[in-house]
């Protein structure tokens, strides 16, 4: 998940910057259980990984300087995709002409749980 936020404004922080903590929580889960992940310096953007597919969370960021953090934001809700399918194209074949090369194959279908195939890379 890739979280984004606008920069404190200098004048509102006491001391100096060291960066922000992003915090997000599932769904049904206490805001007080949130894991958390910290930038550095006046970075305004964090990729989140490890996350459940196809969940709710909740998002919320603050700056942090050396004596703690500060107010969070209010939190914001996100859906996790669904995971890639599991199975590969079946059936693959290919034929050789001169300095051309076709591949063809049987198309993935995915399941009720799984993201649609929107392409395929070669």
């Known amino acids: 998940m890739d979280v984004s936020w606008e920069p404190v404004e200098p004048g509102e922080v006491t ?3 060291l960066g922000y903590e992003i915090r997000y929580w599932k769904d049904g889960d206490k805001e007080e259980a ?3 992940v910290r930038t550095a310096g006046l ?3 964090a ?3 490890g996350l459940n597919p196809s969940t709710n ?4 960021v603050r700056a942090y ?6 107010p969070p934001s209010p939190s914001t809700n996100v859906t996790t995709t669904r995971p890639p399918p599991k199975r590969p194209p079946g059936n693959i074949s290919w034929t050789f002409s001169g300095s051309t090369v076709s591949i063809k194959w049987d198309p993935v279908v995915a399941r009720a749980d799984e993201s649609a195939v929107t392409g395929y890379k070669v």
């Open 34 to 36: 949130a894991d958390r």
């Open 57 to 60: 969370y909740h998002v919320s």
């Open 47 to 49: 990729h989140v990984t």
């Open 65 to 70: 300087n050396r004596a703690g953090t500060g």
């Open 15 to 17: 001391g100096v910057l």
């Open 43 to 45: 970075v305004t953007s």
